[in-house]
């Protein structure tokens, strides 16, 4: 991501100071100013606004899992696609951290969108992903454990995005268990997490970035501040096998109104998924 689409830099945690270590700081394409990080009043630019951050933790690589192949009937959907599904787009890619590619097909049975896994090892698993008001959802990959130079690529996740009223969507990330059972990601209750994209202010999306070699995913959200301007708030996130964990939320920052608070607040934001409103 060029530094003209940068969004908002999270902290040490998405400056190269993650790995050397730094005061913290964030970075909402803003000019340059200092002092207590509860709320700052920023331009609208690609320079870097400093402010104290709290302290976030650098999402850990989540390590693939065991090589061993659960038996047939172990994981949902292990025999495959059931018969009158009604079957949708299928992508390719490495799921599971073999660095060979595997099969992800989404479909709808009975009106419920689903998610299939087929491995290149041969095993077959399947998750209802009952996101958003059609029968489908569509899929893409995110490299969400991206590591530059890593001696074995981590697995991608799969992103299922629903479709709700015009100028929203919901969506969702899928990994493999450590059973090799394709599911949607939960939270510690083991509620299925879902994110919400809206275009509509008060504005809600996803922000990918590239920083110290690792790539980190926040959500973000952008509320009227009651003076033309906007009070955004991003919360660094990570994942252990299908399990979402969040830092804390960085302080609010407040930023003018201006043509670009949608796209970069309100939209997929330097994502490997391209925005979804223009």
């Known amino acids: 991501m060029t530094s003209t689409r940068r969004l908002?830099?999270?902290?040490c945690t998405l400056l190269l100071a993650v790995a050397a270590g730094c005061s913290s700081s964030q970075t909402l394409g803003a000019t340059t100013t200092s002092g207590p990080a509860t709320s700052s009043t920023v331009a609208e630019s690609t320079t870097t606004t400093s402010t104290t951050a709290p302290a976030t933790t650098a999402p850990a690589t989540t390590a693939a899992p065991a090589t061993t192949v659960p038996s047939n009937?172990?994981?949902?959907?292990s025999s495959g696609i059931p018969t009158g599904a009604d079957v949708g787009a299928s992508i390719s890619g490495d799921i599971d951290g073999d660095l060979v590619d595997d099969t992800v097909t989404e479909y709808?049975?009975?009106g419920v969108p689903h998610v299939h896994a087929t491995l290149a090892s041969g095993g077959q698993s399947d998750a209802e992903v009952a996101i958003g008001f059609a029968d489908h959802v569509s899929i893409s990959f995110e490299d969400f454990d991206y590591s530059l130079g890593a001696p074995t690529k981590p697995p991608v996740a799969v992103l299922a995005i629903g479709a709700t009223k015009a100028g929203t969507a919901v969506y969702?990330?899928?990994?493999?268990?450590t059973?090799?059972?394709i599911q949607p990601w939960h939270d510690g209750a083991g509620t299925m997490w879902v994110g919400r994209i809206s275009a509509e202010g008060p504005y809600e999306g996803l922000s990918c970035e590239i920083a110290a070699g690792s790539r980190y995913y926040a959500v973000n959200s952008a509320e009227p501040d009651g003076a033309g301007g906007w009070n955004v708030t991003q919360t660094v996130f990570r994942h252990n096998?299908?399990?979402?964990q969040f830092n804390a939320p960085l302080p609010v920052v407040n930023v003018p109104d201006g043509p670009t608070v949608q796209h970069q607040y309100g939209?997929?934001?330097?994502?490997d998924h391209p925005p979804l409103f223009p």
């Open 8 to 11: 908002l830099t999270v902290g």
């Open 73 to 77: 009937g172990s994981c949902a959907g």
């Open 108 to 110: 709808s049975l009975a």
């Open 172 to 177: 969702t990330f899928l990994t493999l268990t």
């Open 179 to 181: 059973q090799y059972c």
């Open 241 to 244: 096998f299908t399990l979402i």
């Open 267 to 271: 939209d997929f934001f330097g994502c």
